[in-house]
């Protein structure tokens, strides 16, 4: 990448921008996902200990705050595109996160912030008190502003670093720079979830704490050092004010009859270009025809942009609105990543020893397995796989984006069913070893056996989380670049909300009159296994709408620039 990424600079003709501000980007991200992730995978245990909260209250409480942390960079791209641009939003995302995690680590330090601490198992404990529980929440909600400010702006602002369409070898180099970018933040978060975990669980709740919260201001030093050397685009307009004039205006003009496209017909940005909108949802075209020469002024400007849109602004949403479908097809996998919580329960009461050792891998720690695979594959993808089969066929070869995301899907689903079986297996020996009454009991089966489905799922993210970014990436305008970067978090708040509507959902259906349901807070007598054969079904049945929604997509971008090129030496022979 280093190579690609030089030789991108090299002819870059920017002052700003380029290979020298990647380290400070790369870093701001990397030590906000260890403070902000490193929060996440002990959080239920946290919730439970100190707090006095039960199994499916606190899962539900870790879903929802997963969902805000998600929806915020909607809010954070609509801010950055719209009003403060990239370089602003980071910043402020990264001070709100900042003070979220201050908060949060008040609570480890005065006790008053929380109920007093009792055994769930053999006492009635009290629960928080309303000011307790606001305290808790406020913390929580800064956090997920922070992240809504960083993420969706820090990889866009990124690629707007070493963007440069004039350089040959452009989409080969922002292709490895999304799996470099995205292998270095599984990095961040591998250490999130051994070294912050291994902390809080043999520090404490204040030392476990309180490193994150160092680690949040080291990201916002590095961030604003490089300040004088970043390209920081200028905002232009509202994007989603624009995407709101050409529904209104379409609507306006929905009785005009679109006749042939001659070139007068439409509006346009540039009052030199020529381009006529696409065929595709036609009736958005109205929204850019002139009806009337004088809603134009002298300069080229609609008068009344709320009369008049330009043909620029119909294709921007309808990019948007093309890709709906294929964003959806996502959600089922996403609602299978979210399930954090009830893993770390299943190994507090497996063997987590090393061999004969001493040592115990945290229980929250488990997930390192599934992060470690991403880097692994960006490396192997992008150093062996790419290079070999561009030397054995003579010539660039570059995977399907469609295609790696369907494959990760599919071993989204095979990750679902290992995880059923394991569970299975695991619950029927802790009943036959006698541990049915008591959740707290370690059985005599090895967490490793856990090891597999987290590297599936670490399988199945590495090739649909990265295919993912780059298909929104590429597919939509350069405009709405934010946007773009905070489709799949949207997924990810859309599938943390349905994830707790499916949770919920079980608990009521398989709770009896006197008897647990499959969520149980005693793991156990619960049915965890039977919910994830609930999820396994739900993402085949997704699997298959994601083939019809590739087949209605058509070809992306870069196959009918592919095709193109293939079809311009063939014309001229």
């Given at each position: 990448m280093g190579e690609e990424l030089s030789q991108e600079t090299h002819h870059s003709t920017r002052k700003k921008g380029g290979l020298i501000t990647m380290p400070f980007i790369i870093a701001n991200e990397a030590f906000e996902r260890v403070a902000s992730y490193g929060l996440v995978p002990n959080m239920?245990?946290?919730?439970?200990?100190?707090?006095?909260?039960?199994?499916?209250?606190?899962?539900?409480?870790?879903?929802?705050?997963?969902?805000?942390?998600?929806?915020?960079?909607?809010?954070?791209a609509f801010l950055a595109d719209s009003y403060l641009g990239s370089f602003l939003t980071i910043g402020l995302g990264s001070l709100l996160s900042l003070l979220g995690m201050s908060l949060l680590w008040l609570t480890t330090m005065v006790p008053h912030l929380k109920p007093p601490h009792c055994n769930q198992s053999t006492e009635t404990c009290k629960p928080p008190s309303?000011?307790?529980?606001?305290?808790?929440?406020?913390?929580?909600?800064?956090?997920s502003l922070g992240a809504g400010g960083v993420k969706p702006c820090s990889l866009a602002f990124g690629a707007e670093q070493i963007d440069n369409t004039k350089n040959p070898n452009n989409k080969r180099t922002l292709e490895s720079f999304f799996g470099w970018y995205y292998a270095s933040a599984m990095i961040?978060?591998?250490?999130?979830?051994?070294?912050?975990?291994?902390?809080?669980?043999?520090?404490?709740?204040?030392?476990?704490?309180?490193?994150?919260?160092?680690l949040a201001l080291l990201s916002i030093v590095m961030f604003f050092l490089a300040s004088p050397l970043y390209v920081k685009t200028k905002v232009e307009k509202s994007i989603f004010t624009s995407f709101v004039q050409v529904i209104v205006v379409a609507y306006k003009n929905r009785k005009l009859v679109d006749g042939p496209s001659n070139q007068w017909h439409y509006h346009h940005k540039d009052k030199d270009s020529d381009a006529v909108p696409t065929k595709k949802l036609r009736f958005l075209n109205k929204a850019c025809i002139i009806?009337?020469?004088?809603?134009?002024?002298?300069?080229?400007?609609?008068?009344?942009?709320?009369?008049?849109?330009?043909?620029?602004?119909?294709?921007?949403?309808?990019?948007?609105?093309?890709?709906?479908?294929?964003?959806?097809?996502?959600?089922?996998?996403?609602?299978?990543?979210?399930?954090?919580?009830?893993?770390?329960?299943?190994?507090?009461?497996?063997?987590?020893?090393?061999?004969?050792?001493?040592?115990?891998?945290?229980?929250?720690?488990?997930?390192?397995?599934?992060?470690?695979?991403?880097?692994?594959?960006?490396?192997?993808?992008?150093?062996?796989?790419?290079?070999?089969?561009?030397?054995?066929?003579?010539?660039?070869?570059?995977?399907?984006?469609?295609?790696?995301?369907?494959?990760?899907?599919?071993?989204?689903?095979?990750?679902?069913?290992?995880?059923a079986i394991v569970e299975h297996v695991r619950r029927r020996k802790a009943i036959q070893q006698g541990f049915r009454d008591n959740a707290h009991a370690v059985i005599n089966m090895s967490a490793m056996w856990l090891v597999p489905q987290y590297c599936l799922h670490g399988l199945a993210e590495a090739l649909s989380i990265i295919g993912q970014n780059e298909f929104y990436y590429s597919e939509l305008p350069k405009t709405i670049s934010s946007i773009a970067a905070s489709l799949f978090l949207l997924g990810l708040?859309?599938?943390?909300?349905?994830?707790?509507?499916?949770?919920?959902?079980?608990?009521?259906?398989?709770?009896?009159?006197?008897?647990?349901?499959?969520i149980a807070t005693n793991i156990n007598q619960g049915h965890y296994d039977r919910y994830y054969w609930v999820l396994v079904v739900i993402s085949f049945i997704n699997l298959l709408y994601f083939l019809v929604c590739c087949w209605?997509?058509?070809?992306?971008?870069?196959?009918?620039?592919?095709?193109?090129?293939?079809?311009?030496?063939?014309?001229?022979?």
């Open positions: 239920i245990l946290y919730l439970m200990s100190d707090y006095n909260i039960g199994v499916a209250k606190g899962t539900n409480i870790i879903f929802l705050w997963t969902a805000a942390t998600n929806f915020a960079p909607i809010l954070g309303t000011s307790q529980f606001a305290f808790l929440i406020v913390a929580f909600m800064f956090i961040a978060v591998l250490v999130a979830y051994t070294v912050i975990v291994y902390i809080q669980d043999h520090a404490g709740w204040r030392v476990g704490f309180g490193v994150p919260l160092i009806r009337d020469p004088k809603d134009i002024t002298p300069d080229g400007v609609a008068s009344n942009p709320w009369r008049l849109c330009t043909v620029e602004q119909v294709e921007e949403l309808k990019s948007l609105i093309r890709i709906l479908p294929l964003w959806s097809s996502g959600l089922v996998m996403a609602i299978n990543i979210s399930q954090s919580t009830l893993p770390v329960i299943q190994a507090k009461t497996m063997d987590r020893h090393l061999g004969s050792s001493h040592f115990q891998i945290p229980a929250a720690s488990f997930s390192f397995f599934a992060f470690i695979i991403l880097p692994l594959w960006v490396l192997v993808y992008d150093r062996v796989i790419i290079p070999s089969a561009s030397k054995i066929t003579r010539k660039p070869v570059h995977l399907n984006v469609k295609l790696r995301i369907g494959t990760g899907f599919a071993f989204s689903t095979l990750a679902m069913a290992v995880s708040a859309v599938a943390n909300l349905l994830a707790s509507v499916i949770l919920n959902m079980i608990e009521k259906l398989t709770r009896g009159s006197g008897k647990e349901g499959w209605a997509y058509g070809p992306c971008v870069n196959e009918k620039v592919k095709d193109e090129c293939i079809q311009e030496p063939n014309e001229h022979m």
